[in-house]
């Protein structure tokens, strides 16, 4: 009896643990088995799509153990937004019910599924009461890496599994549904509804219900038995995994002379991604709707091949190249996508273009030798030397670019900085002519000194590094070299001269930034000009038509410093934290250094006896009388710019106005609004639109095309406001107005269509502007004027209101903290922290209301959202979101690294200018900080959207001008009020480019 209980308890264990372990089974047979055939579904564009689907023997699901399976491997993604690139769906019907007409019904519901998302998420679903629920799992898929998928849907429970690997499971709350309809199609690959271009293998795909199959599909045969749903150009077929190959052409290049050398390359891949070597490939070129044979070239150890290719001097306009690869016993043929390359000029022309850089090569030698014979050989070398640094500079930008093939993010999009002034060599010749005058100026000026210290050797190491490594095939470092070159000659004097000799070499280094900011602005402006005379015959940008030479110019210059944007990012999220440290740095080390060796230099004033002694520069007073109109004029201006490119509404967000606008204008249509979810915090900026509508009688399509020149027109005037608070200079609040109105708060605002969270920003300012003057002379109409600005940004967008008050008690909080332990403490601090107290109490109030009033509303629901989405999790990947949320949000928009770097600037000069205000911003990012560090990308834009950049901005051009006033330096003030201008001209650029790529 003993041993046939034993022999039941054994036997019920065993079935107890084949349960549990069949994933770990099937699992250890995916890796038995070598996987030969599969599934290949190739959409090269967004716009196409295969899909198969099959119609399976209808299986009853009643209180069933179900399994599904799938094995997917991604080769590539091409997207402009994030979602889903792939499924595998498990589909059927619930029981048939009789409908009115007495005939049975059913409908079609997915009940269990994996969606593979560009994030590298996978979403899994399983039965769900009438239909399905979801669950997601961070980081599921990589490309190129195969990965088994699998459901198990218990009659409690549904567990997710990744390569084996429990992942997830479903909860409590959402346990499956174990029965009660059918499962009757199996469908796989991607719909015409995503909107994303990929590459992606399929195979093992099973659905095992107790134990036995109802479905398996290795793919060993052909798809007769599916139906298929494929655009045009996809490919939906079998394939041998162990022939497979695909491959790729790309060129550094996106513009190549006709006549010169180019360097198409292609790589070689198998169906893991890994590259394929010694295979021989061939490229081609389309002329005229023939492809000619540019030659071919074997694979490197990495798969890769290149040819050097001299264009042919017939071809212009633009081109297509393509690589091939013909098969062999080893591997299948595979042929790569064509590459667009425009051929922009031809030889003719670039023979005139050598020939008269050649002539004024040679004019400016006979210049130099008669100059110098004139002028002194000493003197003539001193002002000729740091133009021709900038210009050494200027040209080795391309070389610099070229080299280390940067990257960069515009609206989704991967694209390779292609920095060329004229063409490649031509560049090349500029950079190494003026090097060589560089170096030979250098020499002549300073051979005393080489002899005497040895620092004065390093420009000449530096410029002999930067001609010979290239010549080595070391591109990378010699790119660096040449960059750095022109910059050590022009500030190496400032580290070897005594202090008589200072002054002239300050001067030559003033010279060398303005020499080289007026290239720059000068590519700025016409860069501008270019993107305004667009809006009047509108083209596709950067099309060859010469309207675009210098918006590409800037545009790729700008996207040199792309790689630096996260880190500048980063550093301006913990700025609260190293600025304190780098102020003591400051004070202790480098201040002294510089009062040490630079004469006539002032000291900068420190904060109190800098606002007293600050007074209204009344040289820019008319400005003030200018501003507003010039502002309001911008603003429209700005945000009607995407229309001329398309008439259909922009912005994710933009419909949902334009449906409540109609909407509010009817009988009912206040009370229908507030009704609508999210419209109570967004119904002043409805109203406002429809007071526009109705006060001048304009079309509802019209309002919503031109109301977000309100809240960018607010942004601006604001912001001119703040500034001439914190500086009294009319002149650097005009900066600043024109930097908040081509900022991120425009471009994000106009693509995302978040219209009140805008809006709100303009009321942030308007408050923090009032709160100044409170601080400085407190009264009761002030104080009741600046909590009624606050109830303005709570009712405009609770959020910002939450964020910018937490901010104003953290403020507080600080100030008390630091009172006690200052002994200076005046009475206008404790007037100032009793007022501060009293509008924090007043919104507290409101508050309060708030959450009693609107206890199920919009704000509330969010709002518990937020803080349930916060995870410790996002620690550990912070770099990875951030870097996301930089790329794949908002278009990318909020990568402005320029205004970003100058923020961190202000920061660290804005304390010696005012102190509160310093305090109250340095709180707003600390008050960001956390959740930032907790928070997923969806929500972490938002928070990076609420800081208002181009005010810490402009407070640097302030300082520097400042600065460079008192200094006592020849051209100091010149060369920063060009710097000041060329960071105007660049954030107008960026808003304008940003705002083009909108309606694509």
Same mark, same amino acid.
């Given at each position: 009896?003993k041993?046939?209980?034993?022999i039941?308890?054994?036997?019920?264990?065993?079935? %107890?643990?084949g349960s549990i372990?069949?994933?770990?089974?099937i699992?250890?047979? /995916?890796?038995?088995?070598?996987?030969k055939?599969?599934?290949?579904?190739?959409?090269p564009?967004e716009?196409?799509?295969?899909?198969?689907?099959?119609?399976?023997?209808e299986?009853?699901?009643?209180?069933?153990?179900?399994?599904f399976?799938?094995?997917?491997?991604?080769?590539?993604?091409q997207?402009?937004?994030?979602?889903?690139?792939?499924?595998?769906?498990a589909?059927?019907t619930?029981?048939?019910?009789?409908?009115?007409?007495?005939?049975?019904?059913?409908?079609?519901e997915?009940?269990?599924?994996?969606?593979?998302?560009?994030?590298?998420?996978v979403?899994?679903?399983?039965? %769900?009461?009438?239909?399905?629920?979801?669950?997601t799992?961070?980081?599921g898929?990589?490309?190129?890496?195969?990965?088994?998928?699998?459901i198990?849907?218990?009659?409690?429970?549904?567990?997710?599994?990744?390569?084996?690997?429990?992942?997830?499971?479903?909860?409590?709350?959402?346990?499956?549904?174990?029965?009660g309809?059918?499962?009757?199609?199996?469908?796989?690959g991607?719909?015409?509804?995503?909107?994303?271009g990929?590459?992606a293998f399929?195979?093992?795909?099973?659905?095992?219900?107790?134990?036995?199959?109802?479905?398996?599909?290795?793919?060993?045969?052909?798809?007769?038995?599916?139906?298929?749903?494929k655009?045009?150009y996809?490919i939906?077929?079998?394939?041998?995994?162990?022939?497979?190959t695909s491959?790729?052409?790309?060129?550094?290049?996106?513009?190549i002379?006709?006549?010169?050398s180019?360097?198409?390359?292609?790589?070689? %891949?198998?169906?893991?991604?890994?590259?394929?070597?010694?295979?021989t490939?061939i490229? /081609?070129?389309?002329?005229?709707?023939?492809?000619?044979?540019?030659?071919?070239?074997?694979?490197?150890?990495?798969?890769?091949?290149?040819?050097?290719?001299?264009?042919p001097?017939?071809?212009?306009?633009y081109?297509?190249?393509r690589?091939i690869?013909?098969?062999?016993t /080893?591997f299948?043929?595979?042929?790569?996508?064509?590459?667009?390359?425009?051929?922009?000029?031809?030889?003719?022309?670039?023979?005139?273009?050598?020939?008269?850089i050649?002539s004024?090569?040679?004019?400016?030698?006979?210049?130099i030798?008669?100059?110098?014979?004139?002028?002194?050989?000493?003197?003539?070398?001193? @002002? @000729?030397?740091?133009?021709?640094?900038?210009?050494?500079?200027? %040209?080795?930008?391309?070389i610099?670019?070229?080299?280390?093939?940067?990257?960069?993010?515009?609206a989704?999009?991967?694209?390779?900085?292609?920095?060329?002034?004229?063409?490649?060599?031509?560049?090349?010749i500029?950079?190494?002519?003026?090097?060589?005058?560089?170096?030979?100026?250098?020499m002549?000026?300073?051979?005393?000194?080489?002899?005497?210290?040895? @620092?004065?050797?390093?420009?000449?190491?530096?410029?002999?590094?930067?001609?010979?490594?290239?010549?080595?095939?070391?591109?990378?470092?010699?790119?660096?070299f040449?960059f750095?070159?022109?910059?050590?000659?022009?500030?190496?004097?400032?580290?070897i001269?005594n202090?008589r000799?200072?002054?002239?070499?300050?001067n030559s280094a003033?010279?060398?930034?303005?020499?080289?900011?007026?290239?720059i602005?000068?590519i700025?402006?016409?860069s501008?000009?270019?993107?305004?005379?667009?809006?009047?015959?509108?083209h596709a940008p950067?099309?060859?038509?010469?309207r675009?030479?210098?918006?590409?110019l800037?545009?790729?210059?700008?996207?040199?410093?792309?790689?630096?944007?996260?880190?500048?990012?980063?550093v301006?999220?913990?700025?609260?934290?190293?600025?304190?440290i780098?102020?003591?740095?400051?004070?202790?080390?480098?201040?002294?250094h510089?009062?040490?060796?630079?004469?006539?230099?002032?000291?900068?004033?420190?904060?109190?006896?800098?606002?007293k002694r600050?007074?209204?520069?009344n040289?820019?007073?008319?400005?003030?009388?200018?501003?507003?109109?010039?502002i309001?004029?911008t603003?429209?201006?700005?945000?009607y710019?995407?229309?001329?490119?398309?008439?259909?509404?922009?912005?994710?967000?933009?419909?949902?106005?334009?449906e409540n606008?109609?909407?509010?204008?009817?009988?009912?249509?206040?009370?229908?609004v507030?009704?609508d979810?999210g419209?109570?915090?967004?119904?002043?900026?409805?109203?406002?639109?429809y007071a526009?509508?109705?006060v001048?009688?304009?079309p509802?399509?019209?309002?919503?095309?031109?109301g977000?020149?309100?809240?960018?027109?607010?942004?601006?005037?604001?912001?001119?406001?703040?500034?001439?608070?914190l500086?009294?200079?009319?002149?650097?609040?005009?900066?600043?107005?024109?930097?908040?109105?081509?900022?991120?708060a425009?471009?994000?605002?106009?693509?995302a269509?978040?219209?009140?969270?805008?809006?709100?920003?303009?009321?942030?300012?308007?408050?923090?502007?009032?709160l100044?003057k409170?601080?400085?002379?407190?009264?009761r109409?002030?104080?009741?004027?600046?909590?009624?600005?606050?109830?303005? #940004?709570?009712?405009?967008?609770?959020?910002t209101?939450?964020?910018?008050?937490?901010?104003?008690?953290a403020?507080?909080?600080?100030n008390?903290?630091?009172?006690?332990?200052?002994?200076?403490?005046?009475?206008?601090?404790i007037?100032?922290?009793?007022?501060?107290?009293?509008i924090?109490?007043?919104?507290?109030?409101?508050?309060?209301?708030?959450?009693?009033?609107?206890?199920?509303g919009?704000?509330?629901?969010?709002?518990t959202?937020?803080?349930a989405?916060?995870?410790?999790?996002?620690?550990t990947?912070?770099?990875?979101?951030m870097?996301?949320s930089?790329?794949?949000?908002?278009?990318?928009?909020?990568?402005?690294?320029?205004? #970003?770097?100058?923020?961190?600037?202000?920061?660290f000069t @804005?304390?010696?200018?005012?102190?509160?205000?310093?305090?109250?911003?340095i709180?707003l990012?600390?008050v960001?900080?956390?959740?930032?560090?907790?928070?997923?990308?969806?929500?972490?834009?938002?928070?990076?959207?609420?800081?208002?950049?181009?005010?810490?901005a402009t407070?640097?051009?302030?300082?520097?001008?400042?600065?460079?006033?008192?200094?006592?330096?020849?051209y100091?003030?010149?060369?920063?009020?060009?710097?000041?201008?060329?960071?105007v001209?660049?954030s107008?650029?960026y808003?304008l480019?940003?705002?083009?790529?909108?309606?694509g």
């Open positions: 009896m041993q046939r209980k034993s039941l308890a054994l036997t019920l264990f065993l079935v %107890f643990i372990g069949s994933i770990e089974n699992e250890s047979q /995916e890796k038995d088995l070598q996987i055939h599969a599934l290949h579904i190739l959409a564009d716009s196409e799509y295969g899909y198969i689907s099959k119609n399976i023997h299986t009853t699901i009643n209180d069933s153990r179900v399994e399976h799938a094995s997917v491997n991604i080769l590539k993604v997207s402009k937004s994030p979602g889903i690139v792939l499924q595998i769906d589909r059927g619930s029981h048939s019910e009789e409908s009115d007409y007495g005939a049975t019904s059913s409908k079609d997915l009940r269990y599924a994996f969606r593979l998302a560009t994030d590298g998420s979403i899994f679903y399983y039965p %769900f009461m009438d239909s399905s629920a979801a669950v799992v961070k980081d898929w990589k490309l190129g890496k195969w990965i088994h998928l699998a198990i849907v218990d009659t409690d429970s549904a567990k997710f599994y990744i390569n084996g690997v429990l992942v997830s499971e479903s909860d409590n709350e959402l346990s499956p549904k174990p029965g309809f059918y499962v009757s199609k199996i469908g796989m991607k719909t015409d509804r995503l909107r994303r990929m590459e399929i195979t093992r795909v099973l659905l095992v219900k107790d134990g036995s199959n109802i479905f398996a599909e290795n793919f060993e045969y052909n798809l007769e038995s599916y139906e298929i749903k655009s045009a996809a939906v077929q079998v394939i041998d995994l162990v022939r497979f491959i790729e052409v790309f060129s550094s290049l996106k513009s002379p006709s006549g010169d180019a360097l198409p390359r292609a790589r070689l %891949f198998d169906s893991s991604l890994n590259g394929i070597s010694n295979k490939i490229f /081609e070129y389309q002329f005229n709707d023939l492809w000619v044979k540019i030659g071919e070239s074997k694979t490197d150890y990495n798969g890769t091949a290149e040819f050097n290719w001299k264009v001097n017939d071809l212009q306009g081109i297509y190249i690589a690869f013909q098969g062999d /080893e299948a043929e595979s042929q790569s996508k064509n590459l667009p390359i425009q051929v922009t000029i031809t030889s003719g022309p670039k023979i005139k273009t050598l020939i008269t050649f004024i090569f040679t004019i400016g030698l006979v210049g030798a008669f100059l110098s014979y004139r002028l002194g050989r000493i003197k003539f070398l001193s @002002i @000729i030397l740091p133009i021709i640094c900038s210009i050494s500079l200027f %040209f080795s930008l391309p610099l670019a070229n080299a280390f093939e940067i990257q960069t993010y515009v989704y999009e991967l694209t390779t900085v292609s920095l060329q002034i004229f063409d490649t060599q031509i560049d090349r500029i950079w190494l002519s003026s090097s060589i005058i560089m170096s030979i100026s250098w002549v000026l300073y051979t005393r000194k080489i002899l005497e210290r040895k @620092i004065t050797a390093i420009p000449i190491i530096s410029m002999i590094l930067s001609i010979t490594l290239p010549l080595l095939g070391i591109d990378h470092v010699g790119s660096f040449a750095l070159s022109p910059i050590l000659v022009a500030f190496t004097p400032l580290l001269h202090k000799e200072l002054p002239n070499s300050i003033i010279m060398f930034l303005i020499s080289f900011l007026s290239i602005c000068l700025e402006v016409g501008a000009l270019g993107w305004v005379y667009n809006s009047l015959d509108p950067f099309d060859g038509d010469p675009w030479i210098l918006p590409s800037e545009a790729n210059l700008t996207g040199i410093l792309y790689p630096f944007t996260l880190s500048a990012l980063i301006l999220v913990f700025s609260w934290a190293w600025i304190p780098l102020n003591k740095v400051y004070r202790s080390f480098i201040k002294q510089i009062e040490n060796t630079i004469i006539k230099t002032k000291e900068h004033l420190n904060s109190q006896k800098q606002e600050i007074s209204r520069d040289h820019y007073k008319f400005l003030t009388l200018l501003i507003i109109p010039v309001i004029l603003s429209f201006f700005l945000v710019y995407p229309y001329f490119y398309t008439p259909r509404l922009i912005g994710v967000d933009t419909p949902w106005y334009y606008l109609l909407a509010i204008s009817s009988s009912e249509g206040i009370q229908h507030i009704s979810y419209a109570v915090t967004r119904l002043p900026y409805l109203l406002i639109l526009l509508m109705t001048f009688s304009l509802p399509m019209i309002v919503v095309k031109i977000p020149a309100i809240p960018a027109a607010l942004m601006g005037i604001s912001s001119f406001y703040l500034t001439q608070t500086t009294r200079n009319d002149f650097i609040a005009t900066i600043s107005a024109f930097l908040g109105l081509f900022s991120i425009t471009t994000v605002g106009i693509f269509g978040v219209y009140a969270n805008w809006l709100a920003l303009g009321f942030v300012l308007i408050f923090w502007t009032l100044l409170v601080w400085q002379n407190p009264s109409s002030l104080i009741l004027i600046t909590v009624i600005t606050s109830f303005l #940004i709570l009712i405009t967008h609770p959020w209101w939450a964020i910018i008050l937490a901010s104003l008690a403020y507080l909080m600080f008390l903290i630091l009172h006690r332990s200052d002994n200076s403490n005046s009475s206008q601090k007037t100032a922290n009793k007022s501060t107290l009293i924090l109490c007043i919104n507290f109030v409101l508050m309060v209301i708030l959450l009693t009033v609107f206890s199920s919009e704000f509330i629901r969010l709002s959202e937020v803080l989405a916060m995870n410790s999790k996002y620690l990947h912070f770099l990875g979101v870097t996301y930089l790329r794949f949000y908002v278009g990318g928009f909020l990568a402005n690294t320029i205004i #970003i770097i100058l923020c961190i600037l202000g920061l @804005i304390k010696n200018l005012k102190r509160q205000f310093y305090a109250v911003f709180s990012l600390l960001a900080f956390v959740p930032l560090l907790l928070l997923d990308s969806w929500w972490q834009w938002r928070l990076l959207y609420m800081i208002p950049y181009n005010i810490p407070l640097f051009l302030f300082y520097a001008l400042d600065a460079s006033k008192k200094s006592g330096i020849r100091a003030f010149i060369s920063t009020i060009l710097f000041s201008l060329i960071m001209l660049s107008f650029n808003a480019r940003c705002l083009n790529y909108i309606p």
